[in-house]
C-alpha cells in the first residue's frame, strides 16, 4: 500500500510540474501572451518580455463595477517593456451594460497602440442571476457598442464553454472570439476561435501565481 502511494504521489507532482511549465509549441502557436491583474501581485515585465510573452491582456475592470487597482502600473509596465497590450473587462449578468462600460471608460486611455479590448464571459460566483438569452444578448450588445466607441477598435469576445452552452454567444454577437481549454484546443462555439486561453496553469518567471496562457491561432 506505502508504494502505491508513494507511486501516485510522484505521478501527480509529475503531472503537476508538468502543468506548471507547459505552453503550446510555438511551431504552430507563435504569437503567445499572458491575462493578469491585481492579483498576480507586483510584475517584472522585463522579465516576462525575455521569457517570449508576446502579449498581455490587463484586467481594467470586473463586472460588479470595480476598477483593478493595478491596471495603470500593469498598463504602463507592459508598453515600456516592448510588449503589446490590451484591457480587459470581466462582464457580469447582475448589473446593465452602461454600469459596467463606465468603469471600464473611465480607467482605460484611448491608446491607438493598444491591442483590440476584451469583455470576458464567465459565470461569477458571486452573480447568481440567469436571464434570458434574448436580454443576455440585448446587454451584451449595448456594452460592446459603448466600449468599441471609447477604444475605437472591434472588441473580442473570451467565452467560457460553460456560458456559451447556456448562451451561444459565438451566434448571437458577431465578434472575434476567444475560447478556453487547458491542453485541448476547444471546439465549443458555432465558430472558429482567434484566440485560445491554452492553461490557466501556467508559472512563469515575473509574475506571482499561475497565469492564463493564451495563443493566437497561426
Not at 2 to 13: N, P
Not at 27 to 53: C, D
Not at 125 to 153: F, Y
Request: include cysteine; charge should be neutral; charged fraction near 20%.
Amino acid at each position: 500500500m506505502g508504494f502505491a502511494l508513494a507511486v501516485s504521489a510522484a505521478l501527480v507532482t509529475a503531472l503537476w510540474l508538468f502543468a506548471r511549465g507547459w505552453a503550446p509549441d510555438r511551431e504552430h502557436y507563435p504569437m503567445q501572451g499572458v491575462s493578469v491583474g491585481a492579483g498576480n501581485g507586483v510584475i517584472e515585465w522585463g522579465t516576462l518580455a525575455a521569457q517570449g510573452t508576446d502579449f498581455a491582456y490587463i484586467r481594467a475592470a470586473n463586472g460588479r463595477g470595480q476598477r483593478d487597482p493595478a491596471f495603470g502600473t500593469n498598463w504602463a509596465e507592459a508598453r515600456r517593456a516592448g510588449m503589446r497590450y490590451g484591457a480587459l473587462l470581466d462582464f457580469s449578468l447582475c448589473r446593465s451594460a452602461s454600469s459596467q462600460a463606465t468603469p471600464f471608460i473611465t480607467t482605460v486611455p484611448r491608446d491607438n497602440a493598444a491591442l483590440p479590448p476584451v469583455i470576458r464571459l464567465a459565470f461569477d460566483p458571486g452573480c447568481t442571476a440567469r436571464p434570458g438569452r434574448d436580454k443576455v444578448l440585448s446587454e451584451l450588445n449595448t456594452l460592446v457598442n459603448l466600449i468599441e466607441s471609447h477604444a475605437g477598435k472591434t472588441v473580442v469576445l473570451n467565452v467560457t464553454k460553460d456560458f456559451d452552452t447556456d448562451y451561444d454567444i459565438g451566434s448571437g454577437v458577431n465578434r472575434t472570439l476567444w475560447l478556453d481549454g487547458n491542453f485541448f484546443p476547444p471546439d465549443y462555439a458555432t465558430r472558429p476561435w482567434v484566440v485560445w486561453t491554452a492553461s490557466n496553469m501556467r508559472h512563469i518567471d515575473g509574475v506571482d501565481g499561475p497565469v492564463r496562457w493564451s495563443v493566437v491561432a497561426p
